[in-house]
């Protein structure tokens, strides 16, 4: 068919109904996730199998570089596929680089960043799951540049030694992130906190929806649209229901009931595509 999007393999059932290709990225043989790698596959050719400035790519980004690598051939080949439909989507920490790569590659049309946490969707400063720290610490201190561990820690000022912490001071956050993917439409999900899913931070996915949305304003599109609430000491607070799609924005929304999975929101995600396709 005419349109592409490269994702899951597990995808294909629910796209292909639809006329939607589904092509699966194996990141891994690009860049390995793993520090020691560094020196070697594709940050390595770039540094020349020197170590990292602390500026030089992470592994998101070289994930990323590949999935660009892969919209240079559909345009190339446009007989085969139309590049200007080209969506992507990951899971967890594909879900990360998803996001990096659709803010650095203008010529995807549409993402679906799963679940991805910290230094994806959910904004570091909010304290809350997985933190700016557990992306830079040893296991996984290759998805970032080295920069990013200067915002690791407490900040010199704490009295505590716990708060405040040193991230506060990181002059951009998620909500930045996304607001690069304006005005494209994005589809953000995940699962339910209360069944494992709490690392990724649900309602905090939500908030940075919510905080870039004025910038797909500013360009004259929709951000999430989301007027559910709980009323708590007579008060309405913004709550997100299980499993219901928010769809009428520019920036869609769902989170599923199960865990830390992405195949529940699958479907939400197409009807979001044809929304634009």
């Not at 990225?25 to 990292?52: C, H, M």
């Not at 602390?54 to 190339?76: C, E, H, K, N, Y």
Request: hydrophobic share 40%.
């Amino acid at each position: 068919g005419g349109r592409f999007l490269i994702g899951d393999e597990d995808l294909w059932s629910t796209m292909a109904p639809e006329g939607i290709g589904v092509l699966y990225f194996e990141a891994g043989a690009l860049q390995p996730d793993n520090g020691e790698s560094l020196t070697g596959y594709l940050i390595g050719l770039v540094n020349k199998g020197n170590w990292r400035k602390p500026a030089d790519w992470g592994t998101l980004v070289a994930w990323s570089w590949g999935v660009s690598r892969f919209i240079d051939f559909f345009v190339q080949n446009n007989s085969l596929v139309d590049a200007k439909r080209v969506a992507l989507t990951g899971h967890s920490r594909y879900g990360k680089a998803t996001l990096v790569a659709m803010a650095y590659d203008t010529r995807i049309a549409t993402a679906f960043p799963s679940s991805s946490g910290a230094m994806g969707v959910a904004q570091s400063r909010r304290h809350w799951g997985e933190d700016l720290e557990n992306c830079v610490w040893d296991s996984e201190y290759h998805w970032l540049a080295g920069n990013a561990m200067r915002y690791a820690g407490v900040d010199e000022s704490s009295t505590d030694g716990y708060l405040p912490r040193k991230v506060l001071q990181m002059p951009v956050d998620a909500e930045s992130l996304v607001a690069l993917c304006a005005p494209r439409p994005l589809f953000i999900g995940s699962g339910d906190a209360a069944k494992g899913e709490a690392w990724a931070d649900p309602y905090g996915l939500y908030l940075t929806a919510v905080a870039a949305s004025p910038v797909y304003e500013l360009l004259g599109k929709k951000g999430i649209v989301m007027n559910d609430a709980m009323d708590y000491n007579g008060k309405q607070i913004p709550l997100l229901v299980i499993d219901k799609a928010y769809l009428s924005g520019d920036i869609g929304f769902r989170q599923h009931h199960g865990g830390h999975e992405a195949g529940p929101n699958y479907p939400a995600f197409k009807e979001f595509i044809l929304k634009y396709w």
